[in-house]
């Protein structure tokens, strides 16, 4: 299938840091690029869409301009070193396209953007051969890598592309000063379209102003309107021309003549297929639109054996439930405050600002400071501090989780995301940590990890712990999950569940070994004892709730049967595995003892990052028969 829009009609342009403006040929030819690369952006991050793989299409839309004019001095000049440094990964689809236009790729490799197995993952993740020179990691996280490139090539300008959302994280103020301490030659390209996730940062945190905060570090700030081409191409000359780290400051509206999209938050994510649709019939690319009305095939859905055809995200659920609980509080903002990272559509606290406004903060691009503010309100009896954010992050607050429990602090932290389902943002977003926050002294500690089965679970989980004291980290993935039923075909978490701290439970019966689980595994090996027991082999299955706690009696009917398998996604380096392997062995049990977990970088996609982990049902169902000889 060959790419709807012909890219060779590209012209790569060289300037001169001698030359203070575009030539009349220059601009012309500078424009039609822009239009091309921004109407390619639209296409294949639409097309993504249609696929369901999501796509992020404004944000690299918004730096076309940007990153064509600085590449046109990487192809004249030497002196400049040739990355495009981005600390905002999800403006992936730009690099993509750069590597195509630059000779890295064919044009149709871009029809499988964000597609399993095709090396177009969410977020940059370095891979030479293909035309990616560096990995992005988490936003905001990249500028002081920049500055150690500016000291391994004192030769060399080197250019980084930002903007008010990823400026918003802490580490960029350490590398500002850092830059200026040193002199380094590095000149920052920041996208400052008014727009992040959930909102406008000039609304959500008035006083944040990136021209005024980084003069303040030292640098020297250039200011230019984005897309008037002139003047954004005289500021890059001048930055380059400077001594010393330079910041261009780009003023421009999110997705600019994007209808639908532009100037809003939504215009961070995908674009919608439809509005695509209408933004390349006004542009005229006709093939491109009969590309993105075709319907894609849909995987067929798999049928799970002792769970429902139903399902429901915890990740939403966590708001609403919350929302619940607050209800039956009399002025819970006198109790209760919830701090959002800019991420509420994604871990359900947008619930609890809809409907209980008065406890809500949006804290804006900000995990460390934003957990640590929760946990001030909660290091008082009676007060509780809840925080939301992806569970990848959490390794970032590995410090703030440590001060809060030397404060005696109550927080509720919601971590989604967690594990590698539905993750097409790929590894620098897999959430497999988990227990880096059960990091407290066990003298006193009161630290609790807990990763529902399902939304009901969950349900049951947050009405017994909200209140109590101490931290609490409460864990969903991404993807929804379906209902767990017990063996007379009936919810097990529903009516008359009681969930009961620091227990596990049996899910089924077994005389021939267990399976360990949790989470958005449970059901999958769920399905793989019941396909087992229909050819004889009784293997049970333990759903553990509370990560972090030995419950002894279940160890012992673990630890008592033929064989104990435990199976997550969390990494197979720090997760239950390595701990309940342990667990059984002070005790004096020596059952065949295996575990599964994540183990190798993800390959994009949807569904199918567990099974290319090894943890598919087949895979499962192998390493059961594989302990059971052995």
């Known amino acids: 299938m060959k790419f709807p829009i012909d890219l060779s009609t590209y012209q790569p342009l060289r300037f001169s840091v001698a030359q203070e403006s575009l030539t009349t040929e220059q601009r012309a030819t500078l424009l039609a690029n822009i239009n091309l690369v921004r109407d390619s952006l639209v296409f294949f991050t639409a097309l993504a869409n249609s696929k369901g793989l999501g796509g992020h299409t404004g944000g690299a839309y918004d730096i076309v301009p940007e990153l064509l004019i600085v590449d046109g001095f990487m192809k ?6 040739p990355v495009y440094f981005d600390e905002a990964g999800h403006r992936v689809a730009i690099q993509y396209i750069m590597a195509v236009l630059n000779g890295y790729k064919e044009p149709e490799a871009l029809l499988h953007y964000r597609e399993f197995g095709k090396g177009f993952y969410g977020h940059p993740e370095r891979n030479e051969a293909d035309g990616i020179f560096f990995s992005s990691g988490r936003l905001g996280h990249l500028w002081s890598h920049v500055n150690g490139v500016a000291e391994a090539n004192p030769g060399k300008t080197v250019f980084m592309f930002g903007s008010d959302g990823s400026q918003q994280e802490g580490d960029d103020a350490e590398a500002a000063r850092y830059a200026v301490a040193r002199s380094l030659n ?3 390209l920041l996208d400052d379209n008014d727009v992040t996730i959930a909102g406008h940062p000039s609304s959500y945190m008035q006083g944040y102003d990136l021209a005024r905060t980084l003069g303040g570090q030292g640098l020297a700030v250039h200011t230019s309107a984005g897309e008037d081409i002139d003047l954004l191409f005289a500021s890059i000359r001048q930055a380059i021309a400077a001594k010393g780290p330079v910041a261009v400051v780009i003023k421009r509206k999110m997705a600019p003549g994007v209808v639908g999209i532009e100037g809003l938050p939504k215009g961070h994510d995908v674009i919608p297929v439809a509005m695509a649709v209408d933004y390349l019939t006004a542009k005229g690319h006709t093939a491109a639109v009969a590309m993105l009305k075709q ?9 799970y054996l002792g769970s429902t055809a139903e399902s429901a995200k915890n990740r939403d659920e966590f708001g609403k439930i919350v929302c619940d609980i607050l209800k039956t509080m009399e002025n819970p903002a006198a109790k209760v405050l919830v701090v959002d990272s800019d991420l509420e559509g994604s871990c359900g606290l947008h619930h609890i600002r809809k409907n209980c406004p008065e406890v809500y903060i949006h804290g804006g691009i900000m995990e460390r400071n934003n957990f640590s503010v929760a946990a001030g309100f909660g290091s008082a009896p009676g007060k509780q501090g809840i925080v939301g954010t992806f569970a990848a992050f959490q390794e970032m607050v590995i410090s703030e989780i440590t001060m809060a429990r030397l404060n005696q602090a109550n927080v509720l932290a919601h971590f989604s995301h967690s594990g590698v389902d539905d993750m097409a943002d790929n590894t620098c977003h897999f959430g497999i940590n988990n227990f880096f926050a059960d990091n407290g002294l066990a003298e006193h500690d009161q630290t609790r990890l807990y990763f529902p089965a ?3 679970q969950l349900k049951a989980i947050l009405t017994k712990v909200f ?7 409460v864990y969903s993935t991404r ?6 039923l017990d063996e007379k075909g009936e919810k097990c978490f529903g009516e008359g569940y009681v969930f009961s701290p620091d227990k596990d439970e049996v899910i089924r019966h077994g005389r021939d070994g267990y399976i360990v689980s949790y989470g958005e595994m449970l059901y999958r090996c769920l399905h793989v004892v019941e396909l ?8 049970g299955l333990i759903n553990k709730p509370v990560l972090n706690v030995v419950d002894e ?7 008592t049967s033929p064989m104990v398998l435990v199976v997550e996604t969390q990494n197979s380096k720090t997760g239950l595995g390595i701990r309940y392997g342990s667990w059984l062995l002070e005790r004096g049990y020596a059952p065949k003892y295996g575990h599964m977990g994540t183990w190798k970088d993800g390959a994009g996609g949807l569904s199918e990052q567990i099974p290319y982990q090894g943890m598919g049902i087949e895979a499962i169902r192998d390493k059961v028969m594989q302990m059971l000889k052995g």
């Open 76 to 81: 004249g000049s030497d002196a400049c070193y």
């Open 186 to 188: 590095v000149k920052l």
């Open 295 to 303: 319907v894609p095939a849909k995987a067929e859905k798999i049928v």
């Open 454 to 456: 399902d939304a009901l």
């Open 467 to 473: 209140h109590d004291p101490g931290l609490r980290f």
């Open 479 to 484: 993807s929804g999950t379906p209902f767990i």
């Open 532 to 539: 087992l027991k229909e050819t004889g082999i009784d293997l």
């Open 553 to 559: 009696a279940m160890l012992a009917t673990a630890g």
